[in-house]
């Protein structure tokens, strides 16, 4: 047909324009209502047209909305841009249209080569892809015709007047294209462009497009536009003029492809200007011909059944009631999300909004993730990562999940190896989280949540390989080169051997051990070691070679061994805090690292021992350092009892001891993991502490009150209670107690053999040692058990 109405102007006299809202089922009904009256022969639609070969993937089984057009720079693909699209999305609606029934559809919009090159902040930041807006936003339209119509709110002022209605009256399908026409056009006579000044090149451009498009088109020209956008085009501006607002615009090359979008990134609060409070409950109106409110509670109810809430179908009946009675109440054509929610919040939650955030999380606004055809264009890294991501089972959600692997098994091997190695490359899908359970490193936690900010992510990864692989190898490399501190190496070094990257692992230990050489700070070198032996362990858990990074480890924990000492002389409360958590990191990394065997270094773990019995007896360290250092060799069977409750004794009966620097030794030796159940098991401890504790003078006791309060809170409940039963019955009042001490109940003198064997068989089970394992680990000679032994042999 060579001629089609148009709402605002004469009939046939020009091309149709569909003022619409971004994201609106209201809309994308009524475009489709006017597409299938007025049946045009070419549909134009607001986007990029550099996306105009993509059309036609839209069609295809593959294609899921949400999706969005991505727009990026070749050159610097964090410089991008989203044209985001959903089910209910008119723009949507009309490419389907177009598609199903043969018409050419194309996008009209200022090409993204221009939008992108207008600056990095802008593009990144202040250019909203799905609507052309900025975020220095001066005119919200619909605010302002909902002031005028005596709303305090815009959605609800647009669910009565659009959502809420049919599409046309009388038929007419375009009485609300032109009742929204007139409104904007009264909005555009009054505040012009609104403070978009670029609006006015982009409406340039579009008006361009039109007149071309209705040159070559034997048919009618539909236009599907932001409402905002109407009365510009709708304008009769000269050719000259149009050309010159386009003319010296700044250009950038560009790439275009479909990537998947989610509801949470539709949802206004996500930061695109053009999104709505509710895609979930929006998505849930446009799929339904009839009952949405009953619908929609039969939904919500189904959540809450889901999540072991008791809602029953007469809690549906009366939510579908209340919300009824509260529309009229409200003067409104229908329930709306506002209606429906109170409804649910004081039916089915009970007035509670802790599952009514659920339903929100959920429902209103949704987890949907979108899908992309494989056939869509994309850099080949991404490509790879399909592959992978397909061949490993790792299917890409915007819910976020828990993924547990055991390492030792080969798929799970993979996952953990391509998640490191997206971490490596700033592809941020999985994080790793603390792992419950004792598999001990063959065990992995993973938290994964796939956004679609990490299309560009992968874009801008491209840089590095084709592959995942040879990206993260050439990623490692450069970052080793660059980094500038040390503790930066050895965590890359743990990065290679958790992502298996043999390829990159010399550059990295090259770095480290340049690093290390020149690194003389001891508090830098300490703090570099764990991970470094973390790297040790990794890499023999994965079965990666490690025979240097052992090396540098060795010389490295030789020089905090040597550095130590002197280091923890004369410090402030401060610095003796963090070196004390030095302390206890060494300390485990020695632990870990054993007698490896290095060339040159001896046993590391006797000199470290050396080392903590000269911190533990030097008056210039201070109190938190010397406690720790106690605590640390008695946690290791090198400092025995007698001889440990004798230094307590010395320190804190010491008239020389100010109060404060006991008060800092009894942080270092009972704070922390285990010190609680160490006074409830060592009596002879406790008292020592407590008679030092009412022994305190009075002028000193709130100096020192706020250390033992931070050391006695860090302890569970239940030895806290333990504690103070124990403190309030006193020393003798068990009988059978030593007269310097006190006794627990339930806690034998010493050790119960036959209890301690007992649990060998799962002992042995866990470690994965033969039968004989046992036998030969005890059979030493030396008396001590089997249960000893197998200690050993685990060690």
């Known amino acids: 047909m060579s001629e089609v109405e148009q709402p605002g102007g004469d009939r046939g006299a020009g091309p149709l324009l569909l003022g619409v809202r971004h994201h609106g089922p209201g809309s994308a009904r009524a475009v489709r209502a006017a597409l299938e009256e007025a049946r045009p022969g070419v549909v134009l639609i607001e986007g990029p047209p550099e996306a105009n070969d993509l059309i036609p993937l839209a069609a295809d089984d593959d294609m899921r909305p949400p999706v969005a057009l991505l727009a990026h720079a070749v050159d610097e693909p964090g410089r991008s841009a989203f044209w985001p699209l959903a089910a209910f999305s008119p723009e949507w609606v009309a490419i389907h249209w177009a598609l199903e029934h043969g018409a050419p559809a194309r996008f009209i919009d200022l090409p993204a080569t221009h939008t992108l090159a207008w600056g990095r902040s802008e593009a990144n930041d202040g250019e909203q892809a799905d609507t052309g807006q900025q975020t220095d936003v001066r005119i919200d339209p619909l605010r302002v015709l909902a002031e005028a119509a005596g709303y305090?709110?815009?959605?609800?002022?647009?669910?009565?007047?659009?959502?809420?209605?049919?599409?046309?009256?009388?038929?007419?399908?375009?009485?609300?294209?032109?009742?929204?026409?007139?409104?904007?056009?009264?909005?555009?006579?009054?505040?012009?462009?609104?403070?978009?000044?670029?609006?006015?090149?982009?409406?340039?451009?579009?008006?361009?497009?039109?007149?071309?498009?209705?040159?070559?088109?034997?048919?009618?020209?539909?236009?599907?536009?932001?409402?905002?956008?109407?009365?510009?085009?709708?304008?009769?501006?000269?050719?000259?003029?149009?050309?010159?607002?386009?003319?010296?615009?700044?250009?950038?090359?560009?790439?275009?492809?479909?990537?998947?979008?989610?509801?949470?990134?539709?949802?206004?609060?996500?930061?695109?200007?053009?999104?709505?409070?509710?895609?979930?409950?929006?998505?849930?109106?446009?799929?339904?011909?009839?009952?949405?409110?009953?619908?929609?509670?039969?939904?919500?109810?189904?959540?809450?059944?889901?999540?072991?809430?008791?809602?029953?179908?007469?809690?549906?009946?009366?939510?579908?009631?209340?919300?009824?009675?509260?529309?009229?109440?409200?003067?409104?054509?229908?329930?709306?999300?506002?209606?429906?929610?109170?409804?649910?919040?004081?039916?089915?939650?009970?007035?509670?909004?802790?599952?009514?955030?659920?339903?929100?999380?959920?429902?209103?606004?949704?987890?949907?993730?979108?899908?992309?055809?494989?056939?869509?264009?994309?850099?080949?890294?991404?490509?790879?990562?399909?592959?992978?991501?397909?061949?490993?089972?790792?299917?890409?959600?915007?819910?976020?999940?828990?993924?547990?692997?055991?390492?030792?098994?080969?798929?799970?091997?993979?996952?953990?190896?391509?998640?490191?190695?997206?971490?490596?490359?700033?592809?941020?899908?999985?994080?790793?989280?603390?792992?419950?359970?004792?598999?001990?490193?063959?065990?992995?936690?993973?938290?994964?949540?796939?956004?679609?900010?990490?299309?560009?992510?992968?874009?801008?990864?491209?840089?590095?390989?084709?592959?995942?692989?040879?990206?993260?190898?050439?990623?490692?490399?450069?970052?080793?080169?660059?980094?500038?501190?040390?503790?930066?190496?050895?965590?890359?070094?743990?990065?290679?051997?958790?992502?298996?990257?043999?390829?990159?692992?010399?550059t990295v230990t090259r770095m480290l051990a340049d690093r290390a050489a020149l690194d003389t700070d001891v508090g830098h070198l300490a703090q570099a070691l764990p991970a470094l032996v973390r790297s040790l362990r990794y890499g023999d858990v994965r079965g990666t070679g490690t025979a240097a990074l052992a090396e540098v480890a060795a010389g490295l924990a030789e020089r905090v061994l040597v550095g130590l000492p002197p280091a923890c002389a004369g410090l402030d409360a401060d610095a003796a805090d963090e070196m004390r958590r030095h302390l206890d990191a060494v300390h485990g990394a020695v632990g870990l690292l054993g007698d490896v065997p290095a060339p040159g270094h001896g046993n590391l773990r006797a000199r470290w021992t050396s080392a903590l019995r000269k911190l533990a007896t030097r008056d210039t360290v201070p109190g938190v350092v010397r406690g720790r250092s106690v605590r640390l060799l008695l946690d290791d069977g090198e400092l025995a009892q007698d001889e440990t409750a004798r230094q307590m004794g010395l320190v804190l009966s010491s008239p020389g001891t100010s109060p404060a620097d006991a008060a800092a030794w009894i942080e270092g030796f009972v704070g922390g993991s285990g010190g609680g159940l160490l006074l409830v098991h060592d009596e002879r401890l406790l008292g020592l502490v407590d008679a030092w504790l009412t022994g305190v003078p009075a002028e000193a006791f709130t100096d020192v009150l706020p250390l033992l309060r931070r050391t006695f809170s860090a302890y569970e409940p239940g030895v806290r209670r333990t504690l103070g039963e124990l403190v309030r019955r006193g020393p003798g009042a068990r009988d059978g107690a030593e007269s310097a001490g006190w006794g627990t109940p339930g806690f034998a003198a010493g050790l119960d053999t036959g209890r301690a064997d007992a649990v060998l068989p799962v002992v042995r089970l866990l470690l994965g040692l033969g039968p004989g394992a046992e036998e030969a680990a005890g059979d030493g000679g030396d008396g001590e058990g089997t249960g000893v032994g197998l200690v050993g042999a685990a060690r």
């Not at 009953?294 to 029953?312: F, H, P, Y």
């Not at 979108?370 to 490993?392: C, H, K, M, S, Y």
């Not at 801008?460 to 190496?489: H, M, P, Q």
Request: hydrophobic residues 45%; contains cysteine.
């Open 152 to 506: 305090d709110d815009a959605e609800r002022w647009w669910e009565d007047v659009v959502e809420h209605r049919g599409v046309g009256e009388e038929g007419d399908a375009l009485a609300p294209f032109t009742a929204l026409e007139e409104a904007m056009t009264a909005l555009r006579e009054v505040y012009g462009s609104g403070g978009h000044d670029r609006d006015l090149v982009r409406e340039a451009y579009m008006r361009l497009q039109i007149r071309s498009a209705q040159r070559e088109s034997g048919g009618g020209v539909a236009v599907v536009c932001g409402a905002w956008h109407v009365p510009a085009l709708r304008r009769r501006a000269a050719v000259t003029a149009d050309r010159a607002l386009l003319r010296g615009l700044p250009k950038v090359k560009t790439d275009m492809t479909w990537v998947p979008w989610t509801n949470r990134r539709l949802s206004r609060f996500s930061g695109y200007g053009a999104g709505i409070d509710s895609p979930g409950w929006y998505g849930h109106l446009f799929g339904l011909e009839d009952r949405p409110v009953e619908r929609w509670m039969t939904k919500v109810a189904g959540l809450l059944r889901a999540e072991d809430r008791i809602v029953s179908s007469a809690h549906v009946i009366e939510a579908v009631r209340l919300a009824e009675t509260l529309a009229a109440m409200r003067g409104r054509p229908l329930p709306g999300l506002g209606e429906t929610t109170d409804a649910v919040r004081a039916v089915m939650c009970e007035g509670s909004d802790v599952p009514l955030a659920l339903v929100h999380d959920r429902l209103i606004v949704g987890d949907v993730l979108g899908e992309v055809p494989a056939t869509a264009p994309a850099v080949p890294l991404q490509r790879d990562l399909t592959r992978t991501q397909r061949r490993l089972r790792l299917k890409p959600e915007a819910a976020e999940r828990e993924l547990e692997l055991d390492l030792r098994k080969e798929t799970d091997g993979q996952r953990s190896r391509l998640l490191h190695r997206l971490r490596l490359l700033g592809i941020g899908w999985g994080e790793l989280a603390a792992s419950y359970g004792s598999m001990g490193t063959f065990r992995e936690t993973w938290r994964l949540c796939w956004e679609p900010e990490l299309s560009v992510r992968v874009a801008e990864a491209g840089i590095w390989g084709t592959t995942v692989l040879a990206a993260a190898t050439a990623r490692a490399e450069a970052d080793a080169v660059a980094a500038r501190d040390l503790a930066a190496v050895t965590g890359l070094a743990e990065h290679c051997l958790l992502a298996e990257l043999p390829d990159a692992l010399p």
